[in-house]
Structure formats: C-alpha cells, structure tokens
C-alpha cells in the first residue's frame, strides 16, 4: 500500500534535514514506537559516558493518522511516552489489535524491524544508519517533563536491500530516550523510556 502525506514530507523537518527518499520509494507504513533506548556504563572508568547498545520497542499503527490528522500525529510521541507501554499480550486488548510489530538490534550496530504478527504479514528487515540529525531544541526532554533530552532523528537504509521489503526507514519526532552525560551514579546497564514516528519505505515496484 502506498500512502500520501498531506504538508511537507515529514523527513524535512528536522533541524538538519535529512536525505529524502531514494528514487523508487514509497510510503509504506507509519508507526509510532514506545518502548526504551538501552545503554552500559563502564564501572571500573571513572570518566566512562553512557554507551548506547540499542532500543527496545513496540510499533503501533498510525498510517491513517499520518494521512489524515499530520498535526495530531506530530503529538503523538510526547503522550505516549508519558503512557505506560501497552501490553500487547491480550490479544482482546485494543492495543494488540493496532500493534505493527517490534523493533530491536539484533547486534548494537543493526536495527531490525519485525513487523510479521498473527494480524499481519508486512514484512521485516535489518537495516544500517545512514544519516542523523538532533532532534529539535523543543524536543521533550523525557517523561513528564524531566530527563536528558530526546535522541536523535534517523534515516536508515536496509542492510540488504535485494532481501527485504522495506528498504528505507525514518526515526523522527523523537520523545525521550537520551541518557545522561556521564556514568555517575549509574547501573552497569540501563534503559531510557523513549517514543518516536517511524516511516517506512518500498519499493513503487
């Protein structure tokens, strides 16, 4: 399926823009992902920083608010973040019925996005980053108002793109999920409540 997007296309409005789509692309998916950006701290280095391993999150559907209300979809990461992660594992919950798939890493350099369910088989595929940019400076700091800021927007590009369906993705509108400067005080490992949008992009043909 593809889909239009009223306004300017959603990748532009980052404080750098980032690359648009490769030619040959469409909008495929939109989701809104909740869940935590993970990191490990060196406890044994007195000046280590916070070293980012990757993300753990559920992606729920919003393809038809991208469409029709992109105002009201811009909102959306900031009220989910400040929402407890639905539990997707009722499958009478409401949440499981909107619910896309998961993301995750598969090793701390590799996103992947499973978006195959018992509702659905949209497909999934490992990806590499490609570009990024800071999010806003009115970017919400983390849940209810307090943190380190929101990590940053993406633009990922599939890591085999003779093998999967999606073959772009973009992280924008980022909630949440940055850690703080240094280890102090610190566990060896901990995670940062974060939400965000997700396009995903395939193939015209």
Not at 63 to 91: E, F, G, R, Y
Not at 114 to 135: E, V
């Amino acid at each position: 399926m593809r889909i239009a997007v009223s306004g300017d296309h959603p990748t532009n409005k980052s404080p750098t823009a980032l690359p648009s789509p490769a030619p040959g692309l469409a909008l495929s998916h939109v989701a809104v992902g909740r869940g935590t950006q993970n990191y490990t701290c060196d406890l044994q280095n007195a000046t280590a920083t916070p070293a980012a391993i990757g993300a753990v999150a559920t992606l729920f559907n919003v393809t038809c608010i991208a469409a029709s209300a992109p105002d009201l979809l811009t909102k959306l990461p900031d009220i989910a973040l400040n929402l407890p992660v639905p539990s997707t594992d009722n499958k009478a919950n409401p949440a499981y019925q909107d619910m896309s798939g998961h993301h995750y890493f598969v090793d701390t350099k590799t996103p992947f996005f499973n978006m195959d369910t018992s509702l659905h088989q949209y497909g999934m595929g490992a990806f590499k980053k490609a570009n990024a940019s800071d999010a806003p400076s009115d970017a919400p700091l983390g849940q209810y108002g307090a943190g380190n800021g929101s990590v940053a927007w993406l633009k990922l590009d599939a890591k085999d793109s003779t093998g999967q369906i999606f073959q772009e993705v973009y992280r924008t509108n980022t909630a949440g999920g940055s850690p703080p400067e240094a280890c102090t005080g610190m566990s060896e490992a901990f995670e940062v409540q974060y939400s965000a949008i997700y396009w995903l992009f395939e193939r015209t043909a």
